[in-house]
């Protein structure tokens, strides 16, 4: 059995990166400071990375943890 583990939809989080950083230039330009664009931008960014290592290092593991027990299940 082959598992793929895939750590989320490319295209996907290109959009959700592309609507943070309009976010981050909105409010940047409201406050008129372009650094807070890029902040938010850089944060944005940091949180996506985590959350999709998370979400794959989480998926792995339960689908190992699955694969284990329906293998010592079956062994039985």
């Not at 592309?18 to 406050?31: D, E, K, N, Q, T």
């Not at 996506?48 to 689908?63: D, K, Q, S």
């Amino acid at each position: 059995m082959k598992v793929h583990v895939t750590l989320g939809n490319p295209f996907l989080i290109a959009i959700y990166s592309a609507a943070l950083l309009l976010i981050g230039s909105a409010i940047g330009r409201r406050a008129r400071t372009p650094s807070t664009a890029l902040w938010l931008a850089i944060a944005s960014g940091a949180l996506m990375a985590i959350h999709e290592t998370a979400t794959g290092v989480l998926w792995f593991w339960l689908t190992a943890r699955w694969v284990r027990s329906v293998m010592q299940r079956n062994s039985r």
